[in-house]
């Protein structure tokens, strides 16, 4: 059973960093890309960042510069840096990695608020 565990979620200033982490275990097999989305209240979720299985990256025009994504594959796990934080960011963040097949974590409460 494969299984994604997300971390790092939290409550931090506008201006502010958190660093967002998910960790896949189980009979993963090979890993095409891991992705990470974000859904704020009321609204659809949407793409935040991808990573390829080739280190190859893509952001979403609304983080770009502001947002890192990276991956540890001896540790099946991908992380997303998160800088100068604004309040339009908050929402519950969710990690998703891709095989033959797809898997979504729990996901992690991003707050931003003075």
């Known amino acids: 059973q494969v299984q994604l565990v997300e971390s790092g979620g939290g409550l931090v200033r506008p201006g502010g960093s958190l660093r967002l982490s998910c960790a896949a275990s189980?009979?993963?097999?090979?890993?095409?890309?891991m992705k990470w989305y974000r859904q704020a209240p009321g609204k659809q979720r949407e793409l935040v960042a991808s990573?390829?299985?080739?280190?190859?990256?893509d952001y979403a025009d609304s983080v770009k510069g502001r947002f890192t994504i990276s991956r540890d594959n001896a540790k099946n796990t991908v992380y997303l840096q998160m800088n100068s934080l604004k309040p339009e960011d908050t929402g519950v963040y969710y990690c998703?990695?891709?095989?033959?097949?797809?898997?979504w974590g729990q996901g992690t409460q991003v707050t931003v608020s003075s």
């Open positions: 189980g009979s993963i097999g090979s890993i095409n890309s």
């Open positions: 998703k990695m891709v095989t033959l097949r797809q898997y």
């Open positions: 990573i390829s299985s080739g280190g190859s990256t």
